[in-house]
């Protein structure tokens, strides 16, 4: 994009006292734009309550006019959303935590149907129509469900909200995409293991079928010396790594964000084969990671969605103007393409 594409078109503040939070956002096909999260304030348009919710509750998704100057309805929602996902035809998903999973139509006027499996952290949507739900196993533990969720259950529906296949999740999962031609969900996390005689986490990326047989695990390396996928068998490989986020792209493919913390995460190599290394971007300052410590840092990759197989890969670390590195996450973040293939990330970075 150049500048001009990149430049702010509208800007409001939507907010009131205390904390706001905004835990998705979605581009209807119409250019409309719709929020959700927590609004305490009333921010001007139609104002509705869906699925019994008080209508003062903060909880609320908000559709905005295209060019972002104005809220056209703001939908009162019990609970508060955690995440938004919209199909090809713009009807929204809406992960609810302890409300559930709350299926609205696309002028987030009313609720088309509901599940209660639990409190629902994640959610996607196939481009056939299934839904896939994350229903954590520990929400309230050190961390969250953000961090340490424990393994889940996973929660598939179909187009009209009919309950299909519920399987559990891997180690600590931290989110999922639906790829409906494969017919698989996607999951991505970490787990805290020893290696070496040292702590290490260790990410991880799993496809699982509509059935919830498992049909591949990438990285997930083993911490056994003689193992054949030994993590460090090939070198070292100790740095911290942690799966956040994983989506399938508007172009069709399958998108991975994760964390590390060092200059030698395990990502050098190929998700299958820990002895096989895999071509990374790379680039300026910005995309290697010499000079720099155990301050967290990005990679995220192209993979296969009905395989796991690597494509492609590109790494980030902040800079100190002492030209250290600095970091880069991608922990409550997200990831997508857009139709061409261009890739759009999201997470924070320190100064």
Not at 291 to 310: C, I, L, M, N, Q
Request: net charge negative; charged share 20%; with cysteine.
């Amino acid at each position: 994009p150049t500048a001009a594409q990149l430049s702010a078109t509208a800007s409001s503040y939507l907010g009131g006292e205390g904390d706001q939070d905004v835990w998705g956002a979605a581009l209807l096909s119409d250019g409309r734009i719709v929020l959700a999260g927590s609004v305490n304030v009333r921010p001007g348009g139609e104002e509705v309550a869906l699925a019994g919710a008080a209508a003062d509750a903060p909880g609320a998704l908000l559709l905005l006019s295209a060019d972002g100057r104005a809220v056209e309805r703001v939908a009162r929602l019990p609970g508060v959303p955690l995440d938004l996902a919209v199909d090809a035809d713009d009807r929204l998903y809406v992960a609810a935590g302890e409300a559930g999973l709350l299926a609205v139509d696309a002028e987030a006027g009313a609720v088309r149907w509901s599940a209660t499996p639990g409190h629902v952290h994640r959610v996607d949507v196939g481009a056939d129509g299934t839904v896939a739900a994350l229903v954590p196993s520990d929400v309230g533990g050190v961390g969250g469900a953000n961090d340490t969720p424990g393994a889940g259950t996973i929660h598939l529906y179909d187009a009209a909200g009919g309950a299909g296949a519920r399987f559990g999740g891997h180690r600590n999962t931290l989110d999922l995409a639906v790829h409906a031609p494969s017919e698989t969900v996607v999951l991505v996390g970490w787990r805290q293991a020893r290696a070496d005689g040292n702590p290490v986490q260790i990410a991880y990326l799993r496809g699982v079928g509509f059935d919830g047989e498992t049909r591949w695990t990438g990285y997930d390396w083993s911490t056994e010396n003689g193992a054949d996928d030994f993590l460090n068998r090939p070198e070292n490989n100790m740095a911290d790594t942690r799966g956040y986020r994983v989506s399938v792209g508007r172009d069709g493919r399958l998108l991975a964000a994760f964390e590390c913390a060092g200059g030698n995460p395990l990502f050098r190599y190929d998700p299958f084969d820990v002895s096989a290394r895999v071509e990374i971007v790379g680039g300026d300052r910005y995309h290697e990671f010499f000079d720099t410590r155990s301050e967290h840092k990005t990679f995220f990759g192209v993979y296969d969605p009905a395989s796991g197989a690597y494509r492609t890969g590109q790494q980030l670390t902040g800079r100190l103007s002492s030209g250290r590195g600095n970091t880069v996450r991608v922990r409550e973040g997200a990831i997508t393409t857009d139709a061409s293939g261009q890739v759009y990330l999201a997470g924070a970075a320190a100064a």
